[in-house]
């Protein structure tokens, strides 16, 4: 089995899971707190805010949106912007429209 390092304490453990088992619960409660938060107050925070009120570390709440795990959320606030064009985005690095302009001239580029 593989050694892995854990998402939330840095312990290495030997799983495939990005958390060491005793790290797993407290962050499903976290998880939970936070996505409980964000029903509540959609549209209306910034990571920063999330943080504070929820006592979650910016770190963690980066984690869970990374994953998907608020992807189900309608309306979740934006915390992303694309880095090529500044539009507001739920997670990554760039807007769809720019990932798909991306793709397009990869494809011209590429030879066929
Ligand atoms: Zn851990
Ligand atoms: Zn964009």
Redesign the pocket.
Known sequence: MELNK??????L?PSNED??????SQDLKDLETVRKFLLDNLKKNTIEEICSETGVSKKDILRFISKGRFDDIDNLGEFFTCVYCKKPIKRGRYCDDCLSKFHKIKDELSPK
């Open positions: 854990c998402a939330k304490c840095g312990k453990f958390l060491c088992s005793n790290c797993l």
